[in-house]
Nanobody, 119 residues
Framework: QVQLVESGGGLVQPGGSLRLSCAAS????????MGWYRQAPGKQRELVAA???????NYADSVKGRFTISRDNAKNTVYLQMNSLKPENTAVYYC?????????????WGQGTQVTVSS
């Protein structure tokens, strides 16, 4: 059984910062790509940032220069540092991981963490 657990969400004022964490646990042989997605009310889930096992990163244009994705392979954890937050960044943020759980490479999702940017 594999679990991804996000933490670090909350309420922040415009211009502020938050750091999200997502820890994977359970039957994990290896983790390939990990990523962060978000879903705002009434909108589709969209990719925010992704990182490969080798450290290559990819960002949505709207967050480039403000958000940074990183990972600690020893801890099976991915992070999302979010700076200069804007009200339009308000959403539920989800992490996902493509990992080998012993049965092959499968995709797993966390339960989501709410980020609210408001004054």
């Amino acid at each position: 059984q594999v679990q991804l657990v996000e933490s670090g969400g909350g309420l922040v004022q415009p211009g502020g910062s938050l750091r999200l964490s997502c820890a994977a646990s359970g039957s994990i042989f290896s983790i390939n790509a990990m990523g962060w997605y978000r879903q705002a009310p009434g909108k589709q889930r969209e990719l925010v940032a992704a990182i490969t096992s080798g450290g290559s990163t990819n960002y949505a244009d709207s967050v480039k220069g403000r958000f940074t994705i990183s990972r600690d392979n020893a801890k099976n954890t991915v992070y999302l540092q979010m700076n200069s937050l804007k009200p339009e960044n308000t959403a539920v943020y989800y992490c996902d991981a493509d990992l080998d759980d012993g049965l092959g490479v499968n995709n797993y999702w966390g339960q989501g963490t709410q980020v609210t940017v408001s004054s």
